[in-house]
């Protein structure tokens, strides 16, 4: 059974920096696209960033771009999130989504696979 495992949150000052981690129980060839989503209290999970796993290629979105960083390690199976400058409005938890099946990058029902989830604090 397939199992990405966040790690990562935590709770930083506005401009500060975190490195979020998804490890995935299986190869990540195994599927075309990872990517990273998140959700705040009250609103609908967004998609932030995504990788294409064989090209390496990758997509932002506009509230994130120049800020963060979607990377990928092959041989440690896991994909990550560098965030820099985050701000108040980046609170959420996040999570991590593998297998892309269908519709747009940020369109969450697409995904076959999620992550449980890491909660990300930034205070003003």
């Known amino acids: 059974q397939v199992q990405l495992v966040e790690s990562g949150g935590g709770s930083v000052q506005a401009g500060g920096s975190l490195r979020l981690s998804c490890a995935a129980s299986?190869?990540?060839?195994?599927?075309?696209?990872m990517g990273w989503f998140r959700q705040a209290p009250g609103k609908e999970r967004e998609g932030v960033a995504v990788?294409?796993?064989?090209?390496?290629?990758?997509t932002y979105a506009d509230s994130v771009k120049g800020r963060f960083t979607i990377s990928q390690d092959t041989a440690k199976n896991t994909v990550y999130l560098q965030m820099n400058s985050l701000k108040p409005e980046d609170t959420a938890m996040y999570y991590c989504?593998?297998?892309?099946?269908?519709?747009?990058?940020?369109?969450?029902?697409?995904?076959?696979?999620w992550g449980q989830g890491t909660q990300v604090t930034v205070s003003s």
């Open positions: 990788i294409y796993i064989r090209g390496g290629s990758t």
């Open positions: 989504a593998a297998d892309l099946r269908h519709g747009r990058w940020d369109d969450a029902t697409g995904y076959n696979y």
């Open positions: 299986g190869y990540l060839y195994a599927w075309n696209f």
